[in-house]
């Protein structure tokens, strides 16, 4: 599955190696095995702005039990995100791109291929083997997700055995930091939420997420035929976001078809159509994308992480959602009617 005679190590998988139904224990996978080790080592050899030393986090007291981790080093000491103006900007080889990584920060080529996708370090990690998951990254796409891009996210976290790999995506004007067409992949070992919370059927493998005060639309497999129809839907969906301009976050996680189920036997997919960045107000010092719709809220001011309360976060989020999700709640027919729909049959 890995070849480690190259100077980079390069992965090589099908789906023989994907894990479907997980224990709730931790049993790692040879993946998780490399990739944890890969990420220590380039931790000891430098390869990070600081050293990830989350020593406070609490569940805030209230109905969603968000996870509020205080992290002053990725306030402080992380790289100047690129300023993203619209959904619609271009690569541009002048700013800040992952063609520039030092050796140090790529951990592994997927296949061994001269257009590789990539693994490397996030070298401001938020959370344990925080990497990034660069996809064709020679052809230096813009952040802009393709079915390709959704298909190699999910199989990085198929490859895992362990229930608390994460994977996320930040588009353009929805907190994405560079414009270069990637995904995140982090441990996160809490039992989350939007692990089990119920949604509402809506049709096929879709579903809307309404029972939290992040608005939005998941997609599962267990309700869908197989792994290649629901990337299909999902990206059916997410093409119409990016093709109508609405910026978007999408959160990959294991999940149980029932909270009482003792294994992780489904994988969820949740997807936010979200205002523009520049139009969401900032109380608490937090950015709201992937990881805090999903409830996993970092914090960088010890003074805001003190005094964070439920309702800060709950009106945060809110106000970033819940207008875009009721306005394509109200099309939502129109939008998936002989796209996903027929996927789905």
């Known amino acids: 599955m890995f070849n480690t005679e190259k100077d980079i190590p390069y992965l090589s998988y099908n789906s023989d190696n994907f894990h479907l139904l997980i224990d709730e224990n931790e049993n790692e996978s040879e993946f998780d095995i490399q990739l944890k080790r890969a990420w220590e080592k380039a931790e000891k050899n430098g390869a990070f702005r600081y050293k990830l030393n989350i020593s406070n986090w609490k569940i805030i007291e209230g109905s969603y039990k968000y996870l509020v981790q205080f992290n002053p080093e990725r306030g402080s000491n992380r790289r100047t995100p690129e300023h993203i103006t619209t959904m619609s900007m271009p690569f541009d080889s002048t700013k800040f791109n992952f063609t520039k990584l030092q050796k140090n920060e790529i951990m592994f080529k997927i296949n061994d291929e001269e257009d590789s996708d990539i693994i490397a370090v996030n070298n401001s990690p938020l959370e344990w083997c925080h990497s990034l998951l660069i996809v064709k990254y020679l052809q230096c796409l813009p952040q802009t997700i393709t079915q390709y891009s959704l298909q190699k996210a999910f199989e990085m976290l198929l490859l895992s055995n362990s229930p608390y790999l994460r994977i996320a995506y930040n588009g353009l004007c929805a907190f994405s930091s560079v414009n270069h067409l990637h995904w995140h992949l982090y441990y996160l070992k809490h039992k989350m939420f939007l692990e089990y919370i119920d949604v509402q059927p809506y049709e096929g493998s879709l579903f809307l997420l309404e029972n939290f ?133």
Request: charged residues 25%; proline residues 4%.
């Open 213 to 345: 005060p992040s608005k939005g639309f998941c997609f599962k497999l267990s309700s869908s035929k197989n792994l290649e129809t629901l990337i299909t839907s999902i990206f059916l969906f997410v093409n119409y976001l990016i093709k109508h301009q609405i910026p978007h976050n999408v959160f990959i996680t294991r999940a149980k078809t029932t909270h009482l189920k003792k294994e992780y036997d489904d994988v969820r997919a949740y997807v936010w159509a979200r205002k523009p960045q520049a139009g969401v107000k900032d109380t608490i010092l937090m950015k709201p994308a992937a990881c805090e719709f999903f409830g996993h809220i970092i914090i960088s001011s010890e003074e805001k992480y003190e005094n964070v309360t439920e309702e800060m976060i709950i009106e945060m989020i809110d106000n970033a959602t819940r207008e875009p999700y009721l306005l394509i709640k109200k099309d939502l027919h129109k939008i998936i009617n002989n796209q996903i729909t027929n996927n789905d049959k």
